[in-house]
């Protein structure tokens, strides 16, 4: 099936130190998303993508960066971990051509930094 | 921008009861309302959607109803079963504005059996 893959699922890290969170999918979408989980406060939207060219900053950027290697791959950096950013982590998916547009999700990366 | 309020935050009912979740957007132009469910560890699946040209969707169990005009859509699910139980969000975005979602902070609904 395609899917929508996150690596890793589960990292723990110091402040101060560089992370990077990997998602690719096999769906074929053009527009990829990343998002934060925090108790309480839903998800937020931190960068989106259209196109291998085309990148936004979505809600809460600060803080974090992102690259599009290629259209099944988008990443998030974190250039300088600090506590505040431990959360829950999402990447997703869509299709422009679809109706509606959904997004679909991977299964997360639990972040915890130290 | 955009910000969408959710309520209840909690909500515990005996199965074979109705559920019903609301939420409130701020936004007029927001024109696309889905509901994920996430179940403890997973990830967030889509179950129902409308666009606001729509007032109502049904899709056996469940419904989603939308007032433009109190700018407020809700969940409903009907004669719940424990496989009921997990944490549902509401969005709402714009399609002309690349249809990033904007959530609701969430509600763990708890059926009871």
């Known amino acids: 099936d395609a899917d929508v893959t996150q690596t890793p699922r589960n990292r723990i890290t110091k402040t101060g130190k560089r992370i990077m969170l990997e998602c690719s999918q096999t769906?074929?979408?053009?527009?990829m998303y990343w998002y934060r989980q925090d108790p309480g406060l839903g998800l937020r939207l931190i960068y989106y993508s259209f196109d291998v060219k085309d990148i936004n900053k979505g809600e809460i950027s600060d803080g974090y960066s992102v690259s599009r290697q290629a259209q099944a791959k988008f990443s998030l950096s974190l250039e300088s971990a600090i506590p505040n950013q431990t959360a829950l982590y999402f990447c997703?998916?869509?299709?422009?051509?679809?109706?509606?547009?959904?997004?679909?999700f991977g299964d997360g990366t639990r972040l915890s930094i130290l | 921008g955009e910000n969408v309020e959710q309520h209840p935050s909690t909500l515990s009912v005996q199965e074979g009861d109705s559920a019903v979740i609301k939420c409130t957007y701020s936004?007029?132009?927001?024109?696309?309302f889905p509901w994920y469910k996430q179940e403890l560890g997973k990830r967030p699946q889509l179950i129902i959607d409308?666009?606001?040209?729509?007032g109502e969707k049904k899709d056996q169990r469940i419904a989603v109803t939308l007032n433009k005009t109190a700018k407020h859509f809700s969940l409903h699910i009907t004669e719940t079963q424990p496989e009921d139980s997990a944490v549902y969000f509401c969005a709402a975005s714009r399609f002309g504005d690349g249809n990033k979602l904007v959530f609701g902070a969430g509600t763990i609904l708890r059926v009871k059996s």
């Open positions: 769906k074929g979408h053009d527009r």
């Open positions: 997703a998916t869509s299709d422009p051509r679809q109706p509606n547009q959904p997004q679909h």
């Open positions: 409308i666009r606001s040209n729509v």
């Open positions: 936004d007029s132009a927001s024109n696309y």
